[in-house]
């Protein structure tokens, strides 16, 4: 199962999010729910690179998968945090999307930073 959690900041606003394990919804290729969450986690790091014109922390398992952890870098301008959020919500709600079909294989929740 993928396990996906969303760190929220006392403003609500998320600062980081962790992907972690493996769908197993089809055999390796043909899995359309760990397809769904790359595709959605890989464009939303990308679109946070491009259009907010900030590269996020990111650590992920290059040689089995199966983990993503993407932070915010501090000080960013009013509008990199805004457009940084637009692309963070639209990831949240593309994965709860996921799991409202496949909620076998994908998990996502929110939590509050500590």
Same mark, same amino acid.
């Given at each position: 199962?993928? /396990? *996906?959690? #969303? /760190?929220?900041?006392?403003? @609500?606003?998320?600062?980081? #999010? $962790?992907? %972690? @394990?493996? &769908? ?5 290729? /043909?899995?359309? =729910? ?6 959605? &986690? ?8 491009? !259009?907010? *014109?900030?590269?996020?922390? =990111?650590?992920?398992?290059?040689? $089995? ?7 915010? =870098? ?12 637009? !692309? ?6 593309? !994965?709860?999307? =996921? ?9 996502? /929740? %929110?939590?509050?930073?500590?």
């Amino acid at each position: 199962m993928i /396990k *996906g959690t #969303f /760190k929220r900041n006392d403003s @609500g606003r998320i600062v980081s #999010f $962790e992907l %972690t @394990g493996h &769908a197993q919804a089809g055999e390796y290729g /043909k899995d359309i =729910v760990c397809a769904a969450a790359s595709a959605l &986690a890989i464009s939303a790091v990308n679109g946070i690179d491009a !259009l907010a *014109g900030v590269t996020p922390i =990111v650590e992920a398992n290059n040689e $089995e998968g199966g983990y993503l952890l993407v932070k915010l =870098v501090p000080r960013l301008t009013q509008e990199q945090s805004n457009i940084s959020q637009i !692309l963070l919500e639209n990831l949240l709600i593309g !994965l709860q999307s =996921v799991q409202e079909e496949y909620s076998d294989y994908i998990q996502i /929740k %929110t939590i509050k930073e500590n």
